[in-house]
C-alpha cells in the first residue's frame, strides 16, 4: 500500500516541544499557549468539527510519537471512569478553575507588583521557584506566563503519565479543551438539525 505523504501539520509536535524550551529561556514565551486554546475552539465554533483535534493538535501527536513510534506505552484500555461523562466534565471544571485562578493571581500581581512569584505549580500543587527564565518583563504579563506554564507542563505531565499506562493517546479522553469542543460540536449539530426540523416544517 502506498504511504500517505506527511503534510506541514503533521510536525506540530514540534512545536509543543518548542513551547516548553522556548519557556525555559523566557517564560513570556508561555503566552503563545493560548494558541493552543483559542484555536481548537475557533475551529469548533466556526466548522462545527474537531478539525484543531484531527489535524493540528501537536501535544496529540507528541503522546503518539513517544507511544506508538517509542514504545513508550504499554497500549492498556483506559480506566472506564476516564470516559465517564461525569469525569469529564468535572475535570473540565476543575481545569477552568485553575485557569480562572491564575487569572485571578495575575490581576493582584496587576494592583500590587510586590506580589509577584517567580515559581512554577505542578500538578496544581507542588510549588517550584522557576527564577532563571524570568528577565524583567512587566510583572503581570510574567506572572500570568507562571500560571499559563504550570498548566501546560501539568497537562503535558498527566498526558505523559496516562501515555505510559494506557493507550498512547489516553489523555484526548478527558482532554479539557477536548471536552470542550465536543460540546460545541454537539450544540452545533443540535442547532444544525433543529433549523432543519423548522424549515422541513415550513414545507408540511
Ligand atoms: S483532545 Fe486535547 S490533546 Fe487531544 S487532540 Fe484534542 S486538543 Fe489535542
Not at 172 to 197: F, H, R, W
Amino acid at each position: 500500500m502506498k504511504k500517505k505523504k506527511n503534510s506541514w501539520y503533521d510536525y506540530l509536535w514540534i512545536a509543543t516541544i518548542l513551547y516548553f524550551i522556548l519557556g525555559l529561556f523566557n517564560v513570556v514565551f508561555a503566552w503563545l499557549g493560548m494558541i493552543c486554546m483559542a484555536v481548537p475552539l475557533y475551529f469548533a465554533i466556526k466548522d462545527g468539527k474537531k478539525t484543531y483535534c484531527n489535524k493540528y493538535c501537536g501535544r496529540s501527536q507528541l503522546m503518539d510519537l513517544l507511544g506508538n513510534r517509542l514504545k513508550l506505552s504499554k497500549r492498556k484500555e483506559c480506566p472506564a471512569v476516564l470516559k465517564s461523562t461525569t469525569f469529564r466534565y468535572a475535570f473540565l471544571i476543575f481545569f477552568m478553575t485553575m485557569f480562572s485562578m491564575s487569572i485571578v493571581t495575575t490581576y493582584v500581581v496587576y494592583k500590587d507588583a510586590a506580589t509577584f512569584r517567580q515559581v512554577i505549580t505542578l500538578l496544581w500543587t507542588f510549588k517550584v521557584p522557576f527564577t532563571f527564565n524570568y528577565h524583567g518583563t512587566i510583572p503581570w504579563v510574567s506572572q500570568f506566563a507562571y500560571g499559563l506554564y504550570s498548566l501546560m507542563l501539568t497537562s503535558t505531565i498527566l498526558g505523559i503519565i496516562t501515555m505510559v499506562f494506557f493507550k498512547p493517546r489516553t489523555w484526548c479522553v478527558y482532554c479539557p479543551i477536548g471536552t470542550m469542543t465536543q460540546g460545541i460540536c454537539k450544540l452545533k449539530a443540535m442547532n444544525l438539525k433543529s433549523e432543519y426540523d423548522h424549515d422541513n416544517k415550513a414545507f408540511d
